[in-house]
């Protein structure tokens, strides 16, 4: 069981810039694949940034491509996720997600995700 823990959310003024970090309980296979999440207010869980822990492709959400970028630390089983020029739409709680059977095809699906984060919340407003 894969237990995964983010952390680095906060309140930041328009334009500027957080790190979320996911730390993994455990070193997953190098199969898994890692994801960032995101469910602003009255909204549906979407999908920001992904990619497998073996490197490849990283995934990104139009809506944030250029200004987020999604980043490993393989020592320290940790994702992160660097958010830059950030606006009040970004507002939301971001989480983090793990799957070891996904395939690419389906890695924007937050269903197809088995393990999940609790979660950590980003406030962007002046």
């Known amino acids: 069981q894969v237990q995964l823990a983010e952390s680095g959310g906060g309140l930041v003024q328009p334009g500027g810039s957080l790190r979320l970090s996911c730390a993994a309980s455990?070193?997953?296979?190098?199969?898994?694949?890692m994801a960032w999440f995101r469910q602003g207010p009255g909204k549906e869980r979407e999908f920001v940034a992904a990619?497998?822990?073996?490197?490849?492709?990283?995934y990104y959400a139009d809506s944030v491509k250029g200004r987020f970028t999604m980043s490993r630390d393989n020592a320290k089983n940790t994702v992160y996720l660097q958010m830059n020029s950030l606006q009040p739409e970004d507002t939301a709680i971001y989480y983090c997600a793990a799957d070891g059977t996904i395939i690419l095809s389906s890695i924007r699906t937050a269903g197809q995700y088995d393990y999940w984060g609790q979660g950590t919340e980003v406030t962007v407003s002046a």
């Open positions: 455990e070193r997953t296979s190098s199969r898994f694949v």
């Open positions: 990619f497998r822990w073996n490197g490849g492709y990283t």
